[in-house]
């Protein structure tokens, strides 16, 4: 429901208002008067504002400024004529949307309202689209799914956030969600990397100097704490601050005061902090390069990033994403991804978590020809698991479909001597790896901020029947696959560790490791 009000001192024409309006899904709220005004704003969230310029100053209080603090989403539009439009035209400096000439009628205020309201409800299908991306982007696991959970209910609010995670993780991407969500949206999102900035220009840097303050100093500079003024501002890295400017973020923080170097004018900005660290801010604090009061003043929220390693179902979707991202800077289309390749992607530990995915994938949409990314378009290191199971996970035909090609690819004499036994499991009902895997037409585009414009959730597929709708992990499908060699085999394991191109030492492991029970002894 959107709630509207009109505040105007004609009484009949609001009331003749109140009687005819007729916008479904809108709450109309009439005011004629200064009393009630202001009794009725305090109780009322207000999406949608008519009001007359003589409401404008209500005892010396800006009432567009107020209302624009409580909810920096409201629509405010001014009702004048010929003698107060020049307030009219003052008000919109300071945040009105627009204003409209007196005297107005209903159907030109229900024709400006239906406006609004379609764009509003514009702006919540987005962001209920912008929300399904995420959580394929982030992965959906019960912690991923915690942060997310507390992401929305936070973001609305000016509550300062700690990200916490290693190097790569997502942190700043994270932040940005914060931001895009928040009643800020439409206001800068500036990220600062503190560790990157030299330490006898941060405090310049960060909160701006005056002419003349240092050498060099030539004019009038603006700080990035000034540069974000109401929007959100992102301290990567906040654990490299040094003490003296942690002091004069302590402070900020509790005054939303800054000043430039060499001045003594304090300069009131409205910012939000969401501050970053890889470092254990607590250990920092022990041992007194981190102020505690500080520590507790960003940690209103503390969201730890899980590493990408823990995340592993969510590397299918953030290979799309990586694809198209890299479309239009790279120039070329992928469409097909080999089997080989997606289980090398998501074995690989990823030690330099999201950041490195997205260099492997760069790497590989460079190497890769036909629109189809191989296990060979990989770095050699990702490659490395998937070439030792090259016998379990099958090629696309171009690649293994021909023994001319088997040699092309270095694969060892046991690998292909196996070339027609893989084929054959590709028909096979037990091997879940048994088609090549596609991708759906990969389309769209990212805004500025590097999400997505669209839901990418539709992913990598193997063209699955109405009987393959399960979707099973990687260590599921590699137990499954060890069974059938078991099974064909006879349960010789000698026959098996022949077939599979691995040694027995490693064949134990992975029964172990996948708990599959077998009866009698050696062979």
């Not at 982030?138 to 509550?159: C, H």
């Amino acid at each position: 429901m959107m709630n509207i009000l009109i505040a105007d001192f004609d009484r009949k024409f609001v009331e003749e208002l109140q009687r005819n309006w007729s916008i479904a899904g809108t709450n109309l709220l009439v005011c004629s008067d200064e009393k009630t005004l202001m009794p009725l704003i305090k109780k009322t969230s207000i999406d949608l504002a008519f009001i007359e310029v003589p409401f404008l100053m209500l005892d010396n209080m800006d009432l567009i400024s107020y209302l624009k603090e409580r909810q920096p989403g409201v629509e405010i539009f001014v009702l004048c004529d010929d003698r107060n439009w020049q307030g009219a035209a003052s008000a919109i400096t300071r945040g009105a949307s627009s204003f409209l000439k007196k005297p107005v009628t209903l159907s030109l205020l229900e024709s400006t309202a239906s406006k609004i309201q379609a764009q509003q409800q514009n702006k919540s299908n987005t962001q209920l689209m912008e929300s399904q991306v995420l959580d394929s982007l982030l992965g959906d696991t019960p912690e991923m799914r915690k942060i997310l959970k507390t992401v929305y209910k936070v973001a609305p609010t000016n509550s300062t956030l700690l990200i916490t995670g290693e190097s790569g993780s997502g942190k700043e991407f994270l932040a940005n969600v914060v931001h895009r969500y928040s009643k800020r949206a439409n206001e800068p999102f500036v990220p600062v990397n503190c560790g990157a900035i030299p330490e006898n220009l941060v405090e310049s840097e960060l909160f701006g100097s005056k002419k003349g303050s240092y050498t060099g100093s030539t004019a009038d500079k603006k700080g990035l704490f000034e540069s974000a003024n109401g929007g959100t501002l992102f301290l990567d890295e906040v654990g490299e601050l040094s003490l003296a400017t942690q002091v004069k973020l302590l402070r900020f923080l509790q005054s939303h005061e800054i000043r430039r170097v060499g001045e003594t004018e304090a300069r009131y900005l409205d910012i939000r902090i969401i501050a970053a660290t890889n470092r254990d801010l607590q250990q920092a604090m022990h041992e007194g390069r981190f102020r505690e009061d500080l520590y507790y003043r960003l940690n209103t929220f503390h969201l730890q990033l899980p590493p990408l390693r823990d995340r592993k179902p969510v590397i299918p979707n953030l290979i799309r994403y990586f694809i198209l991202k890299n479309k239009e800077a790279q120039g070329k289309e992928i469409h097909d991804l080999e089997p080989a390749a997606l289980y090398a992607l998501t074995k690989y530990p990823y030690p330099g978590n999201i950041r490195e995915l997205e260099n492997i994938m760069e790497h590989a949409i460079v190497l890769s020809e036909g629109g189809i990314i191989k296990l060979e378009d990989l770095p050699e290191y990702v490659q490395i698991e998937a070439r030792e199971k090259t016998v379990a996970i099958p090629h696309i035909k171009d690649a293994v479909g021909n023994k001319d090609s088997a040699s092309e690819h270095a694969y060892d004499k046991t690998a292909r001597d196996i070339v027609e036994e893989v084929e054959e499991e590709e028909k096979s009902a037990e091997n879940p790896l048994r088609k090549p895997i596609h991708f759906e037409p990969i389309s769209g585009k990212t805004d500025s901020a590097g999400l997505l414009t669209h839901n990418p959730t539709k992913f990598i597929t193997h063209n699955p029947t109405p009987e393959e709708e399960e979707i099973l992990s990687l260590d599921e499908m590699e137990r499954r696959h060890i069974l059938h060699a078991l099974s064909i085999c006879k349960g010789n394991k000698t026959e098996v560790c022949k077939k599979l191109g691995i040694s027995r030492a490693t064949l134990w492991r992975k029964l172990k490791e996948l708990k599959i029970e077998m009866d009698g002894g050696e062979d």
